[in-house]
């Protein structure tokens, strides 16, 4: 198992941190702890999805770390990995601005690799009110991916495509402590800013 080095997260935080991957230079988000329940905002209109995908181009800065300690992330199923960039097609859901409400679903899944072992992450979700992506990690829901996105000040008609762009960490959360432990790998634990993210859907009829 390896055991990387703690001065490895500084490092890559660094790195992420010069604007590699964001969008208008904009710094990596940071990983924080769950997300904890808040007082629900007032309902606004929300609409389904029909299709579109979620992106993330994993950084230089993201890469070079993920290099260092053995790490490998690549896509399951549906889900479509190239490169640096790893795309999750959004398979239903709802989703509502100003506030971002609603949740995402994803197709696909998110393997998390070492030399001698792995772990997947499925049935990933964006939670937008959250500004995380959680996902089934051996048998329990998890938060996976922190981020911060700009969404449009409306919805568009239905039919048409609705972009909202940002930045995406891992998160760094007790959740995933066992299984940092298990890998030995310690920015499973502690987070890592990862690169941009970018979701483009498609907007159905249909107001909730």
């Known amino acids: 198992m390896l055991r990387p080095l703690c001065a490895a997260l500084i490092l890559c ?46 950084s230089t800065g993201a890469t070079r770390i993920l290099d260092y300690v053995g790490v490998r992330l690549s896509t399951t199923g549906a889900a479509d990995g190239r490169g640096r960039e790893l795309s999750f097609p959004i398979t239903g859901g709802r989703l509502a601005l100003t506030p971002a409400q609603g949740e995402i679903e ?19 979700r964006v939670v937008p009110a959250q500004e995380v992506v959680t996902a089934v990690v051996e048998g329990r829901r998890v938060p996976l991916l922190r981020f911060k996105l700009r969404y449009p000040e409306a919805l568009p008609a239905a039919g048409e495509p609705l972009t909202a762009i940002g930045t995406t960490s891992v998160v760094g959360d007790r959740a995933l402590e066992q299984l940092g432990t298990d890998f030995g790998v310690d920015l499973l634990r502690d987070g890592l800013p990862l690169g941009s993210m970018k979701i483009i859907a498609r907007v159905g009829p249909g107001v909730r």
């Open 106 to 124: 994803l197709g696909g899944g998110l393997r998390i690799s070492t030399d001698d072992d792995h772990v997947d992450a499925t049935a990933l």
């Open 13 to 58: 935080a660094a790195l992420t941190a010069c604007g590699d991957g964001a969008p208008d230079g904009a710094a990596a988000v940071r990983a924080t702890t769950t997300p904890t329940d808040t007082v629900p905002p007032p309902p606004a209109e929300s609409r389904p999805l029909a299709g579109g995908a979620m992106t993330v181009r994993v």
